[in-house]
Every structure is written in C-alpha cells, then in structure tokens.
DNA sequence: TCCTTTGTCTTACGACTGTATGGCCAACAG
DNA sequence: CTGTTGGCCATACAGTCGTAAGACAAAGGA
C-alpha cells in the first residue's frame, strides 16, 4: 500500500511491489470504470508508471486480467479465512457469506470485478478455470461447517451439507449481481432467509 | 428471424426488421465472442449489413449494447410469460424458474449476455436501470403465485412470498452466473433444493 | 412533377489499441 | 574493473475504435 520505498531495498522486491501495485490499479480501472476500460494504458496511468512497465510485469493485456481476477479472488479468500468461526452454525456462516457480499466500498470494488471475470468467463475459458476454483474453495468451506455442526447434532440428519453449501453459494453470488448493480438492496435480510430456510 | 423480405413491404417495415436482426447480431456477437468484442464493426459484419446501417439504427455503440441488453430482457420476459402455470406451486416455480437458466444453446446465450450486461452495469448506470426492471418483474411474479398458493392453502401460512421470492431470484441468477462459465453444473438439482427447503 | 424522407453504403478522421523494440540506469557477479 | 541482468521508460507501428459526413437509390406526399 504504501509509496513509501526504502532506497536500499532489494531490487526484485521493487519489482514485486511495483508488479502488485499494477494488479491493484487493474482492480481499480475496472471496479470504478469498467471491464471494457481496462487497458495497458489505463492501468499504467492509474499505477502511475509507464505502459512499458505495465508490459515487463504482464507481457499482454490477457496476463493483465488475469492479475486483476486473481488478485481479487485472493482478497476475498483472505478474508474468508480470517472470518469468526465461533457461535452458532447459522451466524458462523451468516459471517463467512457476507464477507464475499458487496457491504462496504472495498467488498463492492471486489465484488465489481468478481462479476465482471465471472461474466467474461464465459467467453474466455482461461477465467473460467480460475472463477471455479474459487466456487469450489467457498462450496467446500461452507459444506465442511456444515457437516460438522451436523455431526455435532446442531443440525438435523436430514440436511444435507453439499447441497445446502452449493445452494448458499448460488444466493450469496446472485445477491453480489444484484447488489453491485444498485446498492438499496437489503442483502443481508434475503441471506439470512435462506440460511434459515436451509438450516432448519 | 426470417431472412426472406417482401419486396412490396414498407420501407419502415424494413427497417424495423433490419434494426432486430442488428440486435440479434449484437447478442450473438457478446454470446460468442465476449462483451468487450462488440464493436459497431464486428456487429454489422455478424448482420451482413455495412458499418454505416448499423450506425443509422442505432446512433451510438452504448445503444447497441442497450438494445442487445433489452432484446435479451425480452426473449426471456416473453419465454417466462409463455410458461405453463399448472400443476402443484413447487412444480410450476421451478418450471418458471428453469426458464432463466443456461439448460440449452438458446438460454445458454441468453444467459452469457444477461450476465455480461449485468455485470457491466455496476459501471454503466444506464444498463443497471434495466437489468432492476428485468429482476424486478421476475421476483413479482414468483411472488405472486407463491402468495396464491398459501392463500389456497397450498402453503403454511409462515411462509412469506416476497423473501421466499427473492431468495429465489438469487438463486437462479447465482446459478446463472456459474453455469454460464461451466456448463457441467447439475443446477436443476439445487435449484429444486432451495424451493422445497423454501416452499416447506 | 419535384421535394422530402428513409435506408443503405462508403469514406474519412483522430484517438486509442496491443505489442515489439531499444535505450537508460542501478545492482550484482565475475 | 567489466559484463550481465532486471526494472523502467519512450517510441514506433499497424490495426481497430467510435463517429461524422456525404453520396446514392427508392419511395411517398405535394
């Protein structure tokens, strides 16, 4: 984050900060201004550096994306484990959903760029690839605290956690599609039904 | 959809019928190619038609990528208005709501362009307005025959309409939004978990 | 009949695109 | 000390972009 460099630093560490801080002016020119304005220009121009620079880290606009999407999925994994995993199972996932939910500026910038990479996965095969990992990285966490509140009887047999985990996971994304496209939505309400309605 | 004109017809005709296969032109483009390949050139050369028609019908690309948007809203509005309404409540909302997800070529196309375009709209204001309009009519109506069936009797009377509608909404448009990327999803089988979890 | 409108096409312009190339400077290895 | 490497920058090139402007044909209304 910060511009602050100490002169004696090594220079590949320069290299990596500055490599990072282009993947996050890639975030930024598509969160604030859209997919379609990401280029090799906007993103120097948003680092601060020269396209020439942009082109030594990411050797084409492709490569670009793919830093953007991966450095998104990464903040958002990051704060998924670093959620609160204590109280009951409902609030434990309740918590961990509404980290991948367009609450405050910083989620809303991530969640902008996770649709926007979800969407051009579509017709861009090598986001797919990285888009489903990240569904099935969520899928799975949800599914094993499932289980386990199960196995410790908080939940009844009858549930079943995959389903209830691939479920929770098609709500929380299509809340996010919703919800960074107008932000009045009352998100957390409709998520809190379905959690309900699935961990009975 | 017919290429076959008369050539008695109007010449207003005409031009109405070449500003819909522009249209169309313009989804399939964004359906094959991806959002950021539309362009007034490539969508004319998809229509058969030159750069300069193109730009006659619709005076900017933003009106393409609007008009794309709106006839896609449209074939699926018209699809779900078309959607057989007997049967039990269960039966009939995940027909309903089979009608919005990628199941075959034609709604998979359907489905790469509404995700594009509602992932665009985080950004373009002017696409957002439609996309909550589309959202809008189609939690309505799920609304609106959930709240039938309880008034029949169909359902407990705990069961409240408009969030077990929205819950749903979001549901299919998470599914939407995965199964567009992965075509390899069972989504029908979780869609129909979330509506009997919800429609208890 | 002439004039206006409408649909289609071609051409043109300036801006921007992705990317290849090469130069400059600091740091390191020998 | 010299040679090499890596980070950064400036420039160049061919192509595409959105859009404006004008030409031509057909048709309708006066």
Known sequence: MSVVRSPRSRTTSLGAATAER????AVTVVARDGFDVLSV??????AGVSGGTVQHHY????????AAFAHTVDAITSRLIHSDL??????VVTRLCEQALPLDDERRR??????????????????AHWQRRAVTLFTATLASIIRDARTAGELPQSCDPDVAAA?????????????????DQNSTAIL???ITALLE
Chains 1, 2 share one sequence.
């Open 167 to 183: 479920v929770l996971v098609a709500v929380v994304d299509g809340l996010t599609l919703h919800g960074v496209a107008h932000q």
């Open 41 to 46: 220009r906007t993103v120097a121009r948003e």
């Open 22 to 25: 282009i993947a996050d002016a």
């Open 192 to 194: 809190w039904a379905a």
């Open 110 to 127: 991530e969640c902008i760029v996770w649709t926007a990479l979800s969407a051009a996965a579509s017709t861009h095969p090598e986001l």
């Open 59 to 66: 050797d084409t606009r492709n490569a670009l994306l793919l």
């Open 86 to 91: 204590a109280g009951a199972v409902q609030e």
